[in-house]
């Protein structure tokens, strides 16, 4: 998708099934260090970080017309300034356009499969 739509645009890119928000989550899951996305604290409902796709929604990502925020949980372990680098790495060229990475919380890494344990926990 170019990144010189409007926002009308964009949106009905996001609603016809554009995948841009679907890559930018798999480009950001795919960092080492990485341990999943966040939609954003519970009092930040205006401001959630998601994008909208026929029949769902992709938490985590956020595509405005002149930058990306991403809202990240990280491995507890995983060095923070590396991996934020190397989230902007990857997402930036996929989206054209100023990335803003937030670091939501920091979990164990071996803890994928089950309940996750936060710091914030």
Do not use: I, K, Q, Y
């Amino acid at each position: 998708m170019s990144s010189d739509l409007s926002a009308g645009e964009r949106a009905d890119a996001a609603d016809s099934g554009d995948p841009l928000a679907e890559r930018v989550a798999a480009a950001v899951r795919a960092v080492p260090g990485v341990h999943d996305l966040h939609a954003g604290v519970a009092d930040e409902l205006a401001n959630r970080v998601t994008s909208r796709l026929p029949g769902h929604r992709v938490t985590g990502v956020h595509l405005a017309d002149e930058e990306c925020t991403v809202r990240v949980v990280l491995d507890r372990s995983a060095p923070v300034a590396a991996t934020a680098g190397a989230v902007h790495r990857a997402v930036g060229p996929l989206v054209g356009r100023p990335v803003h990475l937030v670091v939501e919380d920091l979990a164990d890494a071996d803890v994928r499969t089950g309940t996750r344990t936060g710091a914030t926990s």
